[in-house]
């Protein structure tokens, strides 16, 4: 657990998320025009996220930047293939 919240990772992924609630907070109370730039900007965000998330828990077995660094251009075409599934499932929420 101790690892977890020292990953360099794991504080850009928060700092990010804190600026966005911020963002969203704003433009929904002052600025209602520029509301879906900031809930794009968002999902955006939970999409990164939840790509990291599988990444680093549901194929934890596999180093990524070890195996993108080989070349694997099937390593790549499958983590391609999640985040074309993040992305599709968040376009349609």
């Given at each position: 657990m101790?690892?977890?919240?020292?990953?360099?990772?794991?504080?850009?992924?928060?700092?990010?998320?804190?600026?966005?609630?911020?963002?969203?907070?704003?433009?929904?109370?002052?600025?209602?025009?520029?509301?879906?730039?900031?809930?794009?900007?968002?999902?955006?965000?939970?999409?990164?996220?939840?790509?990291?998330?599988?990444?680093?828990y549901?194929?934890?077995?596999?180093?990524?930047?070890?195996?993108?660094?080989?070349?694997?251009?099937?390593?790549?075409?499958?983590?391609?293939?999640?985040?074309?599934?993040?992305?599709?499932?968040?376009?349609?929420?």
């Amino acid at each position: 657990m101790k690892d977890f919240f020292t990953n360099s990772a794991t504080k850009t992924i928060a700092i990010v998320t804190f600026f966005t609630i911020i963002f969203l907070v704003i433009t929904y109370n002052w600025f209602v025009e520029f509301s879906s730039f900031s809930v794009g900007i968002a999902k955006g965000v939970l999409g990164i996220f939840l790509y990291w998330v599988i990444d680093k828990y549901a194929v934890k077995e596999i180093d990524t930047i070890e195996e993108l660094r080989k070349g694997n251009v099937a390593y790549g075409l499958f983590t391609l293939g999640i985040a074309v599934i993040i992305a599709a499932a968040i376009v349609n929420s």
